[in-house]
């Protein structure tokens, strides 16, 4: 009766890669247009002015600005002045 086992294959050996999920820009940083702004899953962090969602759910700047994180919705205030500023981004 054999005490050591053979060289068969192995059943353990795999391990799925990391997803990397978290903030990557917090308020008051500067993001590029499509920069990600938050890699989450699920939406527990809404998409703002200036940031669309992306399939997987993570958040990312269209336009050039300030990252704000304002009740549960991330937004971007544009550097560019001509661009349309809502209420909430004026001086906080």
Request: proline fraction near 5%; charged fraction near 25%; aromatic fraction near 8%.
């Amino acid at each position: 009766m054999a005490h050591k086992k053979g060289q068969g294959s192995t059943k353990n050996g795999r391990d799925s890669n990391p997803q990397y999920r978290g903030v990557k820009l917090y308020g008051g940083e500067y993001a590029k247009a499509g920069s990600i702004i938050v890699r989450q899953c699920g939406t527990p962090l809404k998409a703002g002015f200036k940031v669309q969602r992306g399939r997987d759910d993570s958040l990312y700047a269209i336009a050039e600005g300030t990252v704000v994180y304002r009740n549960g919705t991330v937004h971007v205030n544009p550097k560019d002045p001509s661009m349309a500023r809502p209420f909430y981004l004026e001086a906080s």
